[in-house]
């Protein structure tokens, strides 16, 4: 029975210290795409420090990476600022503790057509997904053309991956989407690129960011710094070096040729400000005005830039 009893202990002190080791060490999850302009997760592992351990899962859309987030299933995920504000506005405890990308969108139409200014797209038929990014920044580019997207143009509601393909065949004029797929049209041929859809005196260039949990930031602040900082010195590791970032970015399955031209559309980001927050605002005031959340969240609360300001950018 003593005998019994001593191995017991000496498994709970070993699974103690096991464990301990481990909270030091770091053992991260986290979630993003595979995309040229959400690829920073993919090197964390090199910057997390000494003995930490970072799994990288890849998604296809934000919300099941918040779903996965808040079921205690991943770390850290990136997201679009539009689902963080959507996600802020139904009380659920996200916070975004960086920046992730920022522009990545076009609106494209038909190399050989007749459209040469957004004022031509009077009349046609515009491919968009509803209540993501790229309709708020397609709304804002017709209104700045003096054009009603209820009145002016008929939306045609398809998925992103479809719109190349509906585009080359005649079924929509144009599409407004996020990278690679404007260039993939440009580069097979059929699409040409109307416009980049930023205006600094609206939403500008901001897309995408880095969340966590308010229970995360509460109980493991230290935690949440150490992924930020990673973050931080893969973004910049990778601004340096334009050969290995692409280089993988083409492992997803995007031709290189297309990542090249695609890069200059695609800004990889870390920092937050003031000036993000205030583009983050207007932003949900554009989508509480199209109907995509019916109040604005609480931006003091959705922001912690904490963690950007104290980044650590050596190991």
Known sequence: MQRAVRSAIVLAVCAVFSLASAVQAGQFRVGTWKTAQTIQPFFYQEFAGQGATVEVFPFTNPADQKTALLAGSLDMTGTTIAHAIQ??????????????????????????????????????????????????????????????AGKDVTLVRIDFFDMGTALAQGAIDAFLSGEPFPSLAVSQGYGRIL?????????????????????????????????????????????????????????????????????????????????????????????QALGVIDRQPDYEALFDLRFVENVALSK
Not at 90 to 107: D, W
Not at 196 to 210: R, S
């Open 87 to 148: 996600s802020a506005v139904m009380g659920q405890p996200v916070v975004v503790v960086a920046a992730l990308c920022n522009k990545c969108s076009a609106l494209v139409v038909r190399k050989d057509g007749s459209i040469r200014a957004v004022a031509d797209l009077h009349g046609k038929r515009i491919g968009y997904v509803p209540g993501t990014m790229h309709e708020i920044l397609l709304r804002e580019t017709l209104k700045l053309a003096g054009m009603d």
């Open 195 to 287: 416009a980049y859809p930023y205006y600094d005196e609206t939403v500008g260039t901001i897309n995408a960011g880095m969340l966590v949990t308010r229970e995360m930031i509460d109980n493991e602040p230290e935690k949440v710094q150490q992924l930020v900082d990673a973050h931080a010195r893969a973004t910049e590791a990778l601004l340096r070096d334009r050969d290995r970032w692409l280089q993988k970015a083409e492992s997803f399955g995007t031709p290189r040729a297309v990542l090249d031209q695609a890069a200059a559309n695609i800004e990889l980001a870390w920092k937050i400000d003031a000036d993000f927050i205030r583009r983050t605002r207007v932003l949900g005031e554009r989508m």
